[in-house]
């Protein structure tokens, strides 16, 4: 690409950086036309792909390969890489910036690299696109764009290593809670970190499968840089995808744990609801007996017959009571 021209795009720009020989950015307004061979060592621009406008934007862009803008204007979401010649583009995955409204929510992010030139596009704020514009405005460098498509993937793979670190922690603290004398039912939270995991675990599968094709020579046409970037990125990824296996294994043994306490619970309860229930059961015979109101009842004519009754129910109790000790000390 030779010139790109942000003239008509308007809000669809999320922002701009032009890159000077130093590798430091500033900030550029969306209405230029950027010549990407006058100098310049690269421009990164970020689209915003739920405006019209960006989507008509990259269908006229004959400058980009007809795959890469199909890539751009596709509703596929999965991940995906292709390449020819220096040019790079596909889609990643990443979690949503506002995670305080959605969770740990996946988005997507479109990119296109060239040595001059980076864009990108989301429907929704991605994680690592913010942090390295936040990084660009505090004044970090970058040697080329491939270093700075490289900083994203180490954004995009950090943000998944903080999403395992907060599930491990909350792990921690329903691990401490179901070892202690206290009975806890955790099956609830457990059950919402397990699908926490899930998701996390399929982020890291998805970077894992991406990263895994830079580092096959499947061609010559991709640059030994973009391979090289693949590389360090997929054991950055790896290691967490290494976590998460671990993290995922400690929710399903404490949730089975936690099902096991809570059987022995129930278990304990149906005991003492059984014993109860046997037990006040002859005195439940013997007062039916006596409460037929039939002739010749025995102790009808006694002045102390309720005495005989009661003591009758007692008695019927203990007996049941002393059968059913007998019956556990020899199971």
């Keep these: 690409m030779a010139r790109i021209d942000l003239a008509d795009l308007g809000p669809g720009v999320a922002w701009a950086f032009e890159f000077d020989e130093n590798g430091r950015g500033r900030p550029l307004?969306?209405?230029?036309s950027i010549a990407l061979m006058s100098g310049r060592r690269f421009v990164w621009v970020h689209l915003i792909?739920?405006?019209?406008?960006?989507?008509?934007?990259?269908?006229?862009?004959?400058?980009?390969?007809?795959?890469?803008r199909e890539v751009f204007l596709s509703k596929d979401r999965h991940p995906s890489l292709h390449w020819a010649g220096e040019a790079l583009w596909g889609t990643l995955h990443d979690l949503r910036h506002e995670d305080q409204t959605t969770g740990m929510e996946a988005t997507d992010l479109r990119f296109a690299l060239w040595p001059q030139f980076l864009l990108t596009a989301r429907h929704h704020p991605a994680r690592s696109a913010?942090?390295?514009?936040?990084?660009t405005e505090k004044g970090a460098t970058f040697e080329d764009s491939a270093a700075l498509f490289e900083r994203m993937l180490i954004a995009a793979a950090d943000s998944i290593g903080e999403a395992a670190q907060r599930i491990a922690g909350e792990?921690?603290?329903?691990?401490d809670r179901v070892l202690s004398d206290a009975l806890s039912d955790e099956s609830a939270?457990?059950?919402?970190?397990?699908?926490?995991?899930?998701?996390?675990?399929?982020?890291?599968?998805?970077?894992h499968s991406v990263l895994a094709q830079l580092e096959q020579n499947r061609g010559e046409s991709v640059l030994q840089a973009y391979r090289d970037l693949g590389s360090r990125v997929?054991?950055?990824?790896d290691s967490f995808r290494a976590d998460l296996h671990l993290q995922a294994e400690r929710a399903r043994l404490l949730q089975e744990e936690t099902a096991a306490q809570l059987a022995?619970?129930?278990?304990?309860?149906?005991f003492v609801l059984t014993v109860v229930t046997?037990?006040?059961?002859?005195?439940?015979?013997?007062?039916?007996?006596?409460?037929?109101?039939?002739?010749?009842?025995?102790?009808?004519d006694s002045d102390y017959g309720t005495v005989y009754a009661a003591a009758f129910c007692a008695l019927a109790a203990l007996l049941v009571y002393l059968l059913i000790r007998r019956y556990r000390m020899l199971a």
Excluded: C, H, Y
Aim: proline fraction near 6%.
């Design 234 to 237: 997929r054991q950055r990824v």
């Design 29 to 32: 307004s969306g209405d230029l």
């Design 130 to 135: 913010m942090a390295v514009k936040d990084q």
């Design 189 to 207: 939270a457990l059950l919402r970190l397990r699908r926490d995991i899930s998701r996390q675990e399929r982020l890291v599968q998805a970077a």
């Design 264 to 270: 022995t619970a129930t278990n304990r309860n149906l």
């Design 278 to 300: 046997t037990v006040l059961l002859p005195p439940a015979f013997v007062t039916g007996f006596f409460g037929m109101n039939t002739k010749g009842l025995p102790f009808g």
């Design 49 to 68: 792909l739920g405006n019209a406008r960006t989507r008509d934007w990259i269908g006229a862009q004959d400058a980009l390969p007809p795959q890469a």
């Design 171 to 175: 792990l921690d603290q329903i691990e």
